[in-house]
């Protein structure tokens, strides 16, 4: 090995070795060094936790998933005012997003930020989803 690479080796290990070099007691830890930070916080700035469920939604969309179910499972005489999509989309996307039971979909009819995500004014409330789920019946 040249002297010149030898050299650039060294200055990187230096380098590398103030970088990862920490005084006593200055630093919690070495991995995480706080930043300068400057956080905004815009006055429609939204969040939801299950940040996959717009992609989800985009998939449904897409693959015309809702046609489908309506035609697939025709449970109700009225379509007033959600379809069998909307029921069945509502309690596969509330458990997608961590929901547990029906009760819950109560907490998600109150989320401004899931119904954004959804792109929904509203979704059918926990009650009505159970009435819905006793439609069925075996054949």
Sequence with gaps: MNA???QQL???KQKFLRRISVEHGKWQSPLIRPATTKLELAEKQQAV??????????LIKTLGLR???NRSASVLKLHLPYDEA??????ALHL???GTCLDHIEHRRNDEAYLDALGSERIPDPTTAGDFCRRFSHM
């Design 86 to 91: 909307d029921h069945i989309l509502n309690i």
């Design 10 to 12: 060294r200055k990187r």
């Design 4 to 6: 010149k690479v030898r």
């Design 67 to 69: 046609k489908e179910l």
């Design 96 to 98: 997608l997003a961590g």
């Design 49 to 58: 936790a299950c940040g996959g469920l717009a992609a989800i939604v985009e």
